[in-house]
Each structure stands twice: as C-alpha cells, then as structure tokens.
C-alpha cells in the first residue's frame, strides 16, 4: 500500500512540473498519462489568433497613438477572438474565460504614446477556462510625423 501511494505521489508530482493530465483507475489497475496540446489542431488556432492580431496591428501601426484607435484596435481584436469562441476553438463558459483584450494606459507608458507606439496584450484560452496563452504585440509607426 505504501508503495502505491509514493507511486501516486510521484505521478501526481511528475504531473505538476509536466503538465500532463493524469487519470488513475483504481479498479482496473490502470494509469492513463495524457499530454496538454498533442493535437495540432490546438497549435494551428493558436497560430491563426497570432496571425489575425499582427495584421490588425499592422493596419493601425501608422495610426495615432490615441483612445479612438485603442478602442478600434480592441473591438477588432475582441471580434477575432469572439469568432474563435463562439466556433467553440476556446475553452470557457463566458468570453472573459476564453480571452481577453488589453491596450491604452495598461500595456503603453507616456513615452510608448508619444512616439505613437501601439502595445497590445491578448490573451486567449485553447484548453482550460483562464488559462490563458498571452502574447504581447508591439507596433511603432514606420513614417515619422
């Protein structure tokens, strides 16, 4: 019994610094190891969210750094996520779950405003509900005003 237990200890343990999901079947005698993020399909929604937010970045890149283009910024990068939500790509119960959108005085300091430079933060939930993949995409104009 006690090896049992320091067997579950150490899988339980090896699952915390893996990742993986474990499901013991103590019936059956059964240890069943899992990997987050086998199938390529989660990679591939990732890389297409990565995708969709660098090219909304790169319409506003020579934008003024200001609130009206901030929001236009986040609303169409709400609009991508919410497509992938609501096609069921992300995991959550709500939207706050499945992603979330930060720019303006969060993500850009004085200076980030006033050479025009645009910072956006997403981030977005391929598996579990809040557990977020966070990416951070940063634009500065290419012509100087």
């Keep these: 019994m006690k090896i049992l237990l320091a067997v579950l ?4 343990v090896h699952k915390n610094v893996e990742g993986q999901a474990i499901r013991v079947d103590t019936f059956k005698k059964e240890i069943t190891v899992k990997r987050k993020l086998i199938s390529p399909k989660f990679a591939a929604t990732g890389q297409l969210i990565e995708t969709g937010i660098n090219s909304i970045m790169d319409k506003y890149r020579d934008y003024e750094s200001n609130e009206t283009v901030w ?3 986040a ?4 609009e991508l996520l919410f497509s992938f939500y609501r096609s069921g790509k992300l995991a959550g119960i709500t939207t706050s779950q499945a992603y979330f959108v930060k720019i303006g005085l969060q993500t850009m300091t004085i200076q980030d405003i ?11 939930a391929i598996i579990k509900p809040a557990e977020f993949e ?10 100087n005003n």
Excluded: D, H, T
């Excluded at 006033?114 to 977005?124: E, R």
């Excluded at 966070?134 to 012509?143: G, N, T």
């Design 9 to 12: 200890f150490l899988i339980v």
């Design 71 to 73: 929001r236009k910024i």
């Design 114 to 124: 006033a050479i025009n430079k645009k910072v956006l933060i997403v981030g977005y």
């Design 134 to 143: 966070v990416i951070r995409v940063e634009r500065v104009p290419l012509v």
């Design 75 to 78: 609303n169409e990068a709400a």
